[in-house]
């Protein structure tokens, strides 16, 4: 009799500017076997891949070139693909902040078709903190997590073309997109550090997990 395997093999993309060992700790800790690889040739074999991200989307998009092809071929497979703050915001096409530290255009993912938008002089940069999730429409990613609680650290938001394409909303000064996903439900990502982010940030990585079981 054949039994249903109850974990996932994750991939946590490693191009230099994430939070690998604490992403890797919540993964682990929701169930997940974890694997952290420089190697496109590795998404082959997950379940799903994690990109994690720190720092300016300028930079994390030059630094995740050699990634590029194999992200967006995995992607549209159908593979469940993770985006974890700046990692979430390398799923859009543009940001705002690239402008602003005068690097030009950089080119996003254009998995989520949108822009990154820097939060208006009016409010305090960056948004660090705790603040409420509100989901304004259903995905595995979310499922429990309405009205609960996540830490953020973040300039810009993500602004998709698409209003289906927000999972959830923040309001801080603004209702800014939280949780993003595409059309197909294979690639989504979160604003905010669920591995940050306590019971609730625990709850997203094992719906993580468990989709990426679902998807096989």
Request: one cysteine or more.
């Amino acid at each position: 009799m054949n039994v249903k395997q109850t974990t996932a093999d994750v991939v946590v993309v490693d191009y230099g500017l994430g939070n690998l060992r604490s992403v890797t700790r919540g993964l682990e800790r929701a169930g997940a076997n974890v694997s952290i690889s420089e190697d496109p040739a590795d998404f082959d074999a997950a379940d799903g891949i994690v990109l994690p991200g720190v720092g300016a989307f300028s930079e994390g998009m030059d630094n995740a070139g050699p990634f590029r092809e194999a992200l967006l071929e995995q992607a549209e497979a159908g593979k469940p693909l993770f985006g974890i703050c700046l990692g979430m915001q390398m799923l859009l096409t543009t940001s705002e902040e690239a402008d602003h530290a005068g690097q030009g255009d950089a080119e996003g993912l254009n998995l989520v078709p949108g822009k990154n938008v820097r939060f208006s002089r009016d409010q305090t940069v960056p948004h660090m903190g705790w603040n409420e999730l509100d989901v304004r429409r259903d995905h595995p990613l979310v499922e429990g997590i309405d009205g609960q609680y996540a830490y953020f650290v973040h300039s810009y938001y993500a602004v998709p073309d698409d209003e289906e394409s927000v999972v959830a909303t923040t309001d801080y000064g603004v209702d800014f997109a939280s949780v993003v996903a595409n059309e197909a439900g294979n690639v989504f990502g979160t604003q905010f550090h669920p591995e940050k982010s306590g019971e609730t940030g625990l709850r997203i990585l094992r719906n993580y997990v468990d989709y990426c079981v679902d998807q096989r």
